[in-house]
């Protein structure tokens, strides 16, 4: 699914418009949930990085690539 700004801009309007209905005692959960949200994704950048390096290595550990980064 392709988000545009326009429409992140629309969802992000809703969000805030719903979470300034919300009783008081529920906001504590909501904040949670996007914390819960955010790890989520995060934790999976590290994951995704570890499944291609093995397909990646076949390019990168080769004398040509340590040889253009010695000098780094």
Known sequence: MIVT???????RAVLL???ETLPA?????VVDFVAWIKHRKLSQIPETMLL???????DWD???EDEAWANL
């Not at 005692?25 to 959960?29: M, V």
């Not at 291609?52 to 076949?58: D, F």
């Open 52 to 58: 291609s390096e093995s397909a990646l290595s076949k």
């Open 25 to 29: 005692n529920c906001i504590g959960e």
């Open 17 to 19: 418009q719903e979470i």
């Open 62 to 64: 080769t004398p040509e």
């Open 5 to 11: 700004i326009s429409s992140r801009t629309a969802n």
